[in-house]
């Protein structure tokens, strides 16, 4: 089936620094990507669309310039925590329909911790 | 009422049972249904999608919709220890929107 790849798996970062995590479809193109956030035993939250091409639309109460979203190409979609502080530790993961559009796969996730 | 409501359990089962997985949702614009399957610390696997009302089968996994009713369930049958985990319904409007997803419910699978 189609794969999305996400990197890292896990990352520890000091406060004020910046985080990128990588979000990649191996194997289909994906004008759309999704960054969704989860807290442990939640569900995921959806915090902005990546658009290639254009800017990523953020959900209601997301600060955009703090998570930075660029959708170079059709097959990847960053997501920058700027000066990160300890509240932003959470489990980050991106989707991506596949061409049909009917299915969505999700990556790995990443843990982001920061100390 | 939120749009995708989903009990989040815990749910245990003996080894072998027949699990009942359920979502009721409220926007009858929802098109494409999903379940997923998450372990902990991994992101979401996607085992089952849907498109209309009926059932879809994938071997011990079938999926129901009634749009009638807005009304989705997943089934596992012969459950084993390995089907632990939090099981997560999603529903979408159109291809590039984003997923709506029920709160997801944990499902404990006891040998």
């Known amino acids: 089936g189609a794969v999305v790849s996400q990197h890292p798996s896990w990352v520890i970062c000091k406060s004020g620094t910046s985080v990128k995590i990588e979000c990649r479809s191996l194997d289909f193109q994906a004008t759309t990507m999704f960054w969704y956030r989860q807290f442990p035993k939640q569900s995921l939250m959806l915090m902005a669309t990546?658009?290639?091409?254009?800017?990523?639309?953020?959900e209601q109460g997301v600060e955009k310039d703090k998570f930075l979203i660029n959708h170079a190409s059709l097959t990847l979609s960053t997501l920058t925590v700027t000066s990160a502080h300890p509240e932003d530790s959470s489990f980050y993961i991106c989707s991506a329909p596949t061409p049909s559009k009917a299915e969505a796969f999700f990556g790995q996730g990443t843990r982001l911790t920061v100390v | 009422q939120k749009e995708v409501e989903q009990d989040p359990g815990p749910l245990s089962v003996p080894e072998g049972a027949i699990v009942s997985l359920n979502c009721t949702y409220s926007n009858s614009a929802f098109q494409y249904f999903m379940w997923y399957r998450q372990y902990s610390r991994k992101g979401p696997e996607l085992l089952m999608y849907t498109y209309s009302s009926g059932n879809k089968e994938d071997g011990r996994f079938t999926a129901q919709v009634d749009k009638s009713s807005k009304y989705i369930s997943l089934f596992i049958r012969d459950s084993q220890p390995s089907d632990s985990a939090t099981y997560l319904c999603a529903m979408r409007v159109s291809g590039n929107t984003p997923l709506v997803f029920g709160k997801g419910t944990r499902l404990s699978v006891i040998a």
């Open positions: 990546s658009n290639e091409g254009s800017k990523a639309t953020y």
